[in-house]
């Protein structure tokens, strides 16, 4: 499926420069797409666990996959996988997917707060990349092969450093509401990138400026209402420690995406699906 894809974002990009409704656009990009098991639809909700917080939270998160028998990807950060491995190891064990967020996060505000991700050097993100990635191998007994970098900061170098290490995919923060693929994977370069949906980031509603953590929960439902009818894909990017406050929020907007007939699973198998359907 992936020369299908190919070619709808071709005329899915032509109809943006020429300034054509959105609808038509969007008609473009997923014609003719199938997703996973034969559902209409799709969606991954992924996790970025960048603090203590984040890992307190987890139990409450992994409850609701467990609970709608679907799976997640989670982000996480290779010195903190090494220095407190219990909470990532449930996540592989439950059949999650690990991906690649660095072995320090440059600019994290514990760890290492004086380096941005954009601003470190060809060898340095290999470092980074390279590391984290021994780390997480381990952890789960099966290397990532996908990566997000630290605060959405994409280094120019960074796709080079993946494909070095034989990545399927990268998902470093495109805006899927200004892509003209409308959300599919924009396949470029050496590694596809695929876009998040950013209106619904947790971080925005939660604890960013104007946060406002009861908008939340219907921004994201309209979102995947709106793929439903239109047969796209959603990918959120989500903090654990927000979810776990929404009371319930996350159960029941897996429980939206089931009931409405989408397919609800990682990036990886995505990535894979899209790589390997006729």
């Known amino acids: 499926m992936i020369e299908r ?8 990009r032509v109809i943006a420069r020429l300034g054509l409704p959105v609808s038509l656009r969007a008609y473009a990009a997923y014609r003719g797409v199938r997703w996973p098991g034969g559902a209409r639809w799709a969606a991954c909700f992924t996790f970025d666990l960048d603090y203590e917080e984040d890992e307190r939270a987890l139990p409450v998160v992994l409850g609701a996959f467990a609970a709608t028998s679907t799976r997640a990807s989670f982000a996480c950060i290779g010195a903190h996988v090494a220095l407190r491995p219990a909470p990532y190891r ?5 059949g999650h997917e690990v991906v690649n967020h660095s072995m320090t996060h440059p600019f994290h505000r514990v760890i290492s707060p004086s380096r941005h991700w954009n601003e470190l050097s060809r060898p340095e993100v290999d470092d980074e990349v390279r590391r984290a990635h021994e780390v997480l191998s381990a952890l789960a007994g099966r290397p990532p092969v996908g990566f997000r970098a630290p605060h959405f900061e994409r280094n120019a170098t960074q796709g080079e450093a993946l494909a070095a290490l034989g990545y399927a995919y990268d998902s470093s923060g495109l805006h899927a509401e200004q892509e003209p693929s409308d ?3 924009v396949l470029v370069g050496r590694v596809p990138e695929i876009p998040i949906h950013r ?4 971080w925005a509603h939660f604890r960013g400026p104007g946060a406002s953590p009861e908008q939340w929960e219907p921004s994201t439902a309209a979102i995947l209402d709106k793929e439903r009818r239109r047969g796209g894909l959603a ?3 989500l903090d654990p420690q927000d979810v776990a406050s929404s009371n319930g929020g996350l159960r029941r907007l897996l429980d939206r995406a089931r009931d409405g007939g989408a397919w609800v699973g990682t990036m990886i198998d995505l990535i894979r699906h899209i790589e390997d359907a006729p």
């Open 183 to 185: 959300g599919l994977p």
């Open 90 to 94: 449930d996540i592989a064990s439950a």
């Open 235 to 237: 990918v959120f990017c």
């Open 199 to 202: 209106s619904a980031s947790t």
């Open 5 to 12: 894809v190919r070619r709808n974002l071709r005329w899915a």
